[in-house]
C-alpha cells in the first residue's frame, strides 16, 4: 500500500472513530487532540486490520511511543517492510 | 461536630419517566410503568415472566466521545442524572475538582450489555479472537464502572465510594455519602445509582421463583405488594442521583435546598443470603430512627421497600408494625416502576422528596385487598394531600443487607437538628 494512502486511511480512521477533526499529520495526537491509551489500543486494532496480520508483542510496545500520524505511519511500512 | 446534611439536587430515569413533571403526573394519576418485557433473543423466551419496568423514553446520551467511550448502558444513565444534578445544584468546576466533593454511585454489577457481549466473543465457535475484547470493555463492565465515569466526566477528584449491594446499593450510597458529610470529610457527596436493562437478573429472581408470572397479560397490574394476589417482583430499570452538601456551605452558596437527610442506618441479617430476617430488619429501622434522634410517632411516611414477594411483604409489613406501630402511612413505590435493584433506594428517596414538597403521598398501586398478614400498618387508600415533614425510606437486599434513611422537610427557619 502507498505511503499516502496508508497516511490518508489512518487520519480518516482517526476522525471518523475518534470524533476528532482537522488531524494534522504532525500533530502531537494526545496534546492536541486528547488521544489516551485507549485510543491506542484501538488504533492498533486497525492496523491490523490493515496489514491483515498480527503485531508482534515488541511492535506494540514499540507503538505505545508514536505520537503522531507521521510516525504511525512510519511503523507500519516498517511493520510490512518486515513481513515482506 | 456533627454537621446537617441537605439536598440540594435531585434527577431521575425510570419506567414512570425521566422529567420531574412525568413523575409527577403518572404517580398523581396511578400510572404504572409496567410493560411487555424487551426482548434479549437470549433469555427472555426462557423466561416465566414476561414483565419488566421499562424506560420508554428513548434519551440521547449525547456526551463527547472522550467520555462515551468508557460507558455502557448503566453509566450512560448514571452520567445523564449527575449532570442534571450537578446543573440543579449549581456546584462548579472549581468545587467539583476542589478534592472536597465526592461520588457514592454503584450498580449491581458493571455494564452487562457489554459483559454479554465480551463473554460471546469468547466463547463464539467461530471466532477464538481475544482481540473480539476492545481495550475499554473491563472499563465498561467493572463494577465500579459507573463512579469513576462520574468523577471522569465531571472532574471530582474526592472520595469515591462504590459499594454494588443489589436492592441497597443506591440506599447505601446515599447513606455513606450522607456520613461522609456529616462528619466533615467531605462537603458534598453525588450519591445514587444505576441499574440497566439486563434479562440476567431477571433470570436470577425467575430462576428462584421470585418474579411475577400470573400478570403477563396485564403487565400493568404487576406488582402488587402487600396486595392478597401478589405473586412476586417485577425486575425494572432506572438510575437515580442526588446531590447531598452540608447545610452551612449550601446556605452560603444560597443553593436551592428540597430536603435534609437527618438519619441513616445499615446493618446485616448474619444469615440467610435470600430470605428477609424479622429480627435483622425491625433492628434497622429501630437504628435509623435512633440515628436521626427521632421518634417513631414524628414518622408521617414510610416508603416501604414492598418488592410484593410473598414473605418479603409480610416480614417488612410486621417489622413495620414492630417499630411505627401503625401510625405513619405505608406506600410501596415499587408498584409504580417494578424494582429498579440498584436505582430502587435513590428512586423512591427522590419520589418521596416530590411528595414531600408537593404534600400528597399515593397509595400502593394494585392493592386492591390488602393481605391480611400485612394489614396491621396503616397502607394509604388513595392519593391523600397531606404534610410530610419526615419519611422513611427503607430497603432491604440480597445477602441480607437492610438500609434505612430518615428525610426531613427543611425549614429555613430551623437553626438545630
Known sequence: ?84 | MERRVVITGCSAITPIGCSKADILENLEKGISGVGRIRDDELLVEQLNTSVFGTVDEDLAYDFPRKFRKTMGPVSFSACRVVEDVIRQSGLDKTSLSSGRVGVAFGSSHGSTAVLKRVYQACFSAQSTDMFAISAADYLKSMVHTTAVNITRMFGITGRVISSPSACTTSSQSIGFGYEMIKFGVQDAMICGGSEEYDTTTVAVFDNLLACSTHYNDTPHKTPRPFDADRDGLVVGEGAGAVMLEELESARRRGATILGEVIGFATNNNGGNLIMPDLAGVTQVLKMGLENAKISADQIDFISAHATATRIGDVIEARSINNVYGNNPWVSGLKSYMGHTIAACGVIETILTLYMMEQGFIVPTLNLDQVDDRCAMVRHIPHLMETEIRCAAVQNFAFGGINTSLILRQFSPQSSKQ
Open chain 1, 1 to 84: 500500500m502507498e505511503r499516502k494512502k496508508i497516511e490518508s486511511t489512518i487520519i480518516d480512521f482517526i476522525e471518523t472513530n475518534f470524533e476528532m477533526s482537522d488531524v494534522g499529520v504532525d500533530d502531537d495526537l494526545n496534546a492536541v487532540h486528547g488521544f489516551d491509551s485507549i485510543d491506542a489500543i484501538e488504533l492498533l486494532r486497525e492496523i491490523e486490520t490493515l496489514m491483515d496480520g498480527k503485531l508482534t508483542r515488541d511492535e506494540e510496545e514499540a507503538a505505545m511511543g508514536i505520537r503522531t500520524v507521521r510516525q504511525i505511519v512510519d511503523f507500519i511500512e516498517k511493520a510490512m517492510a518486515d513481513r515482506a
